[in-house]
């Protein structure tokens, strides 16, 4: 594996303060734009749920905006829109986010209101009942999306009963099971100081933001920073065939390394020289040349506490044996030697999509927050670049030989007729 970058200096348009209970404030000053993408970030997801109350996060997500103390659903939603104001937010397995964007001028204005919002939500109980149904709306969607399923179903076959192997949206007894109670108990014990974090882009004022964050979020209690077991990745097999569906889904990988080791660089390198791009390997080759799927990918799933190497396809059931057998040729090949201009396509692509994300606000706040999660910093742009240029041919192929030698989870759902499956299982652990 490569050696670990060398750390450079924080990039100069990228602030950081710590309030007296732990809630970090980052700005990322982008004097070029007139607006400000505004965001509160709390460092807990669906891997810190207990297994009976799977989807909490998700479900206190939603139910953020349906009141505080101060002000009513209908009233939060008036005054952001007032200024003009986009508002939305996310849940992951490892953090939630409520987000908005506007005029730069009002950025104080959206740490007030998204502050309120996460301090104060009131979680009113005939709203929690009303969204509880679009939340099993939006769960039985999932169900019926065979590629959502086949996910489903590899990461339960990666981690087992592990919180990373859950849905984020939880499954349908818990999501019919969380009360009033559990939701104001869990965000008690989650939203706290040390969880928080508070960042602005744009054309903002780092001293006024913090301000800002003091008075809205500085009375909550600190809180210790979370800890979740690593996963041990078992490995084995999830199928299910759907009817009504006419084509296969896939997903099948291989453990990786966590985002916190210096070798992972190489793993996303790895990923993209495989698979990212229509002159892929991957995509050349099983669309391009042989015309076995419509869609095929590869990417590297990293986080602070374990890694997966994702190969996923769509594809008619017949080729399924032609599709296994070419991917484990590709695999093997790229486990004798990787082509250089193959590494330095993958390189291109991958610092060209850093680059397009550095011009989004919103994007790269989130992957600022995301490097504060993992490494308690902000990981300037010519530290990442250093570590991409720093991946040779023989990383990348070291990669590969160890994903060849070792264990392996597949996932399917779509049509999936006997002697596909029969065929499929060659994918699978040995």
């Known amino acids: 594996m490569p050696p670990a970058a060398p750390r450079t200096a924080p990039d100069a348009d990228t602030r950081l303060s710590t309030l007296p209970n732990g809630v970090r404030v980052l700005t990322l000053h982008l004097p070029a734009i007139e607006t400000a993408a505004v965001s509160v970030f709390v460092r807990t997801?669906?891997?810190?749920e207990p297994a009976r109350l799977g989807g909490i996060s998700h479900m206190a997500e939603h139910m953020a905006f349906k009141g505080t103390r101060q002000r009513s659903c209908q009233q939060i939603n008036w005054d952001a829109e007032r200024l003009g104001a986009e508002v939305n937010a996310h849940t992951d397995k490892d953090h939630t986010a409520y987000h908005m964007r506007g005029l730069a001028a009002d950025a104080p204005e959206f740490v007030r209101q998204l502050g309120e919002i996460v301090r104060d939500s009131s979680f009113p109980a005939d709203e929690l009942e009303r969204e509880r149904q679009?939340?099993?709306?939006?769960?039985?969607?999932?169900e019926d999306d065979a590629f959502d399923t086949a996910f489903r179903l590899f990461d339960k076959a990666?981690?087992?009963?592990?919180?990373?192997?859950?849905?984020?949206?939880?499954?349908?007894?818990?999501?019919?099971?969380?009360?009033?109670?559990?939701?104001?108990?869990?965000?008690?014990?989650?939203?706290?100081?040390g969880h928080t974090v508070v960042a602005a882009a744009g054309p903002v004022d780092h001293d006024q933001v913090v301000d800002a964050a003091a008075r809205a979020l500085g009375s909550l209690p600190p809180g210790a920073p979370p800890t979740v077991a690593a996963p041990v990745f078992r490995g084995g097999r999830g199928i299910k065939h759907m009817a009504g569906q006419s084509q296969a889904h896939v997903v099948f990988g291989f453990p990786s390394l966590p985002v916190t080791d210096p070798g992972?660089?190489?793993?996303?390198?790895?990923?993209?020289?495989?698979?990212?791009?229509?002159?892929?390997?991957?995509?050349?080759?099983?669309?391009?040349?042989?015309?076995?799927?419509?869609?095929?990918?590869?990417?590297?799933?990293?986080?602070?506490?374990?890694?997966?190497?994702?190969?996923?396809?769509?594809?008619?059931?017949?080729?399924?044996?032609?599709?296994?057998?070419?991917?484990?040729?590709?695999?093997?090949?790229?486990?004798?030697?990787?082509?250089?201009?193959?590494?330095e396509r993958a390189r291109r692509q991958l610092?060209?999509?850093r680059l397009r994300?550095?011009?989004?606000?919103?994007?790269?706040?989130?992957?600022?927050?995301?490097?504060?999660?993992?490494?308690?910093?902000?990981?300037?742009?010519?530290e990442r670049r250093g570590a991409l240029e720093g991946v040779l041919p023989e990383h990348?192929?070291?990669?590969?030989?160890?994903?060849?030698?070792?264990?392996?989870?597949?996932?399917?759902?779509?049509?999936?007729?006997?002697?596909?499956?029969?065929?499929?299982?060659r994918l699978g652990p040995a």
Do not use: K
Request: aromatic fraction near 6%; include cysteine.
């Open 134 to 142: 679009v939340i099993l709306q939006e769960l039985a969607e999932t």
């Open 264 to 343: 992972h660089t190489a793993v996303q390198v790895a990923a993209a020289v495989l698979g990212e791009g229509m002159s892929s390997p991957l995509m050349d080759t099983l669309r391009e040349r042989l015309g076995l799927v419509y869609y095929a990918a590869c990417s590297a799933d990293l986080d602070d506490l374990a890694g997966q190497f994702v190969i996923e396809a769509s594809l008619a059931p017949e080729n399924l044996p032609a599709f296994a057998d070419e991917v484990e040729g590709l695999l093997a090949a790229h486990a004798r030697r990787v082509d250089p201009a193959q590494l």
């Open 351 to 353: 610092a060209v999509r």
């Open 357 to 382: 994300q550095w011009e989004r606000p919103g994007r790269r706040l989130e992957e600022a927050v995301l490097d504060l999660f993992n490494f308690g910093r902000v990981r300037p742009l010519a």
């Open 396 to 425: 990348v192929r070291q990669v590969f030989a160890g994903l060849c030698a070792g264990p392996r989870a597949l996932g399917a759902a779509g049509h999936l007729p006997r002697a596909a499956v029969d065929r499929l299982r």
């Open 45 to 48: 997801g669906s891997r810190d």
């Open 158 to 193: 990666c981690w087992g009963e592990h919180p990373l192997a859950r849905p984020v949206i939880g499954r349908r007894a818990s999501i019919e099971r969380i009360g009033r109670d559990d939701l104001q108990a869990y965000v008690a014990g989650r939203y706290t100081g």
